[in-house]
C-alpha cells in the first residue's frame, strides 16, 4: 500500500476512534510509520499532529494531553472559482458517501500529500468543484458534514491578540536547573543560570512537563511557546511575516504568506492560513519559511496584526506571457 493509504487508513482510524491521549497519538504515528517502513525524523510526530490540526481534522490540546476528531465540514474556499473543500473526521460512512457522489453528481477532486523526506504524509485533501454555492448546503447534508460558507473568513473574526496569559510562578528548586531563555539572536531557546531579566523561558515542572512563561516587568505569565514567540518579536521589533500578492488578472488581493520558520503560527492563525487553500504550508528549499498559499491581504493583516507583527508587502510578481517577461 501508499504511504497515502497510510494517512487515510490514520485518520480513518482517529474519526472513528472520536478522541484520545495527544501522547498516544504521537506513539501512534511513529510506531505505525515504523511499521510501514518509513525512517522519520525526530519530531515528525509532532510535526503531523499540528498540521492534521492545520487542516481541520483534528483538534489538539496539549495541555491536556487529549486529541479529538472535529466534525466533518464542507467549506468554500476564498477566491477560487467554485472550490470548496471537506475537512474533519473521514468516517467509513463519510468515505462511502464521497465515492457514491463522486460517481454520480459531484466532481471531486482528489489531490494526494507529497511529504518531504522524513515526514509522515497526511490524507489527501478533497475539493469539490461546484457551479452555484447555494448547491453546497444540500451536498454537505447528504455527505453527513456541516456546511460551513468559508471558514477561513470565519476564524479571520475570531483570531486571538497575542498577550501575556495569567500570572504564574516563576521557576524554582530542583526545575531552575532546567531553565532556559529564548535569544531572538539565535531563534532558540538556550540554557541560563538565571531569569532577572524580561523574556521568553521555559523549563521543566515537577512532573518533567515542559512549562512556558513569558516575563515583563519581573512577573511570569503563562503563555503558549508560539505566541511568546511573537510576543518577544513584537518587544524587540523584529518582523518575521511577509505577504506577496500574485500575478493573476484580477488576483491582485490574493497572494502568498510568508512567515520564517522560527516563528511558528499559533493552532488558530495557522488553521485559518491552511484553509485557505486546504493544503498544509509549502517550505523551500533555500528559505527557511513556511509559504501558505491563496491568503487573501485583508486575513494576512488581520493574522499580522493578531501577533503585533508589521505585515511587509513584497513587491507583485511581474507577469509572463508567451514565454517573454510583460
Known amino acids: 500500500m501508499s504511504t497515502n493509504e497510510f494517512a487515510g487508513i490514520l485518520l480513518r482510524w482517529l474519526s472513528e476512534s472520536r478522541s484520545g491521549k495527544a501522547s498516544a497519538l504521537r506513539g501512534g504515528v511513529c510506531s505505525q510509520a515504523q511499521a510501514w517502513g518509513m525512517e522519520l525524523k525526530e519530531y515528525a510526530d509532532w510535526d503531523w499532529m499540528r498540521k492534521a490540526a492545520a487542516l481541520g481534522f483534528i483538534d489538539v490540546d496539549l495541555r491536556a494531553d487529549r486529541w479529538s476528531v472535529a466534525p466533518p465540514v464542507l467549506t468554500r ?48 485533501t478533497l475539493l469539490f468543484q461546484y457551479e452555484d454555492p447555494r448547491t453546497l448546503q444540500e451536498a454537505a447534508e447528504f455527505l453527513g458534514a456541516r456546511y460551513a460558507p468559508c471558514a477561513a473568513l470565519q ?59 513569558v516575563r515583563r516587568n519581573g512577573v511570569f505569565h503563562a503563555v503558549e511557546r508560539e505566541t511568546g514567540v511573537y510576543l518577544e518579536l513584537a518587544r524587540h521589533r523584529t518582523g518575521a511575516m511577509r505577504w506577496r500578492p ?40 533555500q528559505t527557511q519559511t513556511r509559504a501558505y498559499a491563496n491568503v487573501s491581504r485583508a486575513l494576512a493583516e488581520a493574522i ?23
Open 77 to 124: 474556499l476564498p477566491h477560487t472559482d467554485g472550490l470548496a473543500l471537506l475537512t474533519g473526521a473521514r468516517t467509513a460512512r463519510i468515505s462511502m458517501r464521497v465515492k457514491e457522489a463522486a460517481q454520480e453528481w459531484m466532481e471531486l477532486i482528489t489531490v494526494p500529500h507529497r511529504p518531504e523526506a522524513g515526514q509522515a504524509p497526511l490524507p489527501d
Open 155 to 213: 476564524l479571520m473574526e475570531l483570531l486571538p491578540q497575542a498577550a501575556p496569559g495569567p500570572e504564574s510562578a516563576p521557576p524554582g528548586g530542583s526545575t531552575a536547573d532546567t531553565l532556559e531563555k529564548y535569544e531572538l539572536r539565535l531563534q532558540r531557546f538556550v540554557p541560563v543560570a538565571r531569569d532577572d531579566e524580561d523574556g521568553l523561558y521555559r523549563w521543566r515542572g515537577a512532573d518533567y512537563a515542559r512549562l512556558t512563561r
Open 246 to 285: 500574485e500575478s493573476g488578472k484580477g488576483r491582485a488581493g490574493m497572494g502568498r504568506l510568508l512567515v520564517d520558520r522560527y516563528a511558528p503560527l499559533p493552532a488558530l492563525h495557522e488553521r485559518a492560513a491552511v484553509l485557505c487553500s486546504g493544503f498544509p504550508p509549502s517550505v523551500g528549499k
Open 304 to 326: 499580522a496584526a493578531s501577533l503585533q507583527q508589521n505585515l511587509e508587502t513584497m513587491p507583485r510578481p511581474v507577469a509572463v506571457t508567451g514565454g517573454r517577461t510583460k
